[in-house]
């Protein structure tokens, strides 16, 4: 009961029906970054570099994307006309962005790539997906780091107060 009481609920009520007037807001830091691609500041996307779960997803996304770009390059390579190697690459793109959507739990792979086909190979002979996944990698490297090493005084104290 003392639940429904802290939570200004009674058994009677819904969640739902709680006037949004009446809620108190919880804030704290998430440690989400936002993040223009190549300087535009239309193009944005938004994840916590320092989140396991994200890096879990993020190198996982990148072993499945890299087994992917291995399996259609040998399928393209054997196509016997260029408009079946033309399909290919469409499919191992479609099957690419959702790939990358799924790392990022939200449909970036448009934003990122804005319209350009994620298998492209770049200026540096890499496909564009891949320089993609290396710069957040990297982002993701070096803020784990940095907040490793970051203290919070006021956390610190704290924690000391109630290690006592």
Not at 110 to 123: K, R
Request: with cysteine; hydrophobic share 40%.
């Amino acid at each position: 009961m003392y639940k429904f009481k802290a939570a200004g609920l009674s058994r009677k009520r819904s969640p739902a029906l709680i006037r949004k007037d009446n809620m108190a807001t919880l804030s704290f830091e998430t440690g989400i970054k936002t993040f223009d691609i190549n300087g535009d500041p239309n193009r944005v996307v938004s994840f916590n570099p320092s989140d396991l779960n994200f890096i879990h997803r993020l190198y996982d996304g990148y072993l499945k994307l890299d087994a992917l770009q291995r399996k259609y390059s040998l399928q393209a390579d054997k196509a016997p006309e260029a408009t079946k190697m033309m399909a290919i690459a469409h499919e191992a793109d479609l099957e690419i962005r959702k790939i990358i959507d799924g790392i990022f739990a939200a449909p970036v792979s448009e934003i990122v790539f804005e319209g350009q086909a994620t298998n492209a190979i770049t200026g540096d002979g890499c496909p564009l997906w891949l320089g993609f996944l290396v710069a957040i990698m990297a982002n993701c490297d070096e803020t784990v780091t940095e907040r490793e090493n970051a203290k919070n005084p006021k956390l610190e104290a704290l924690i000391a107060k109630y290690n006592k």
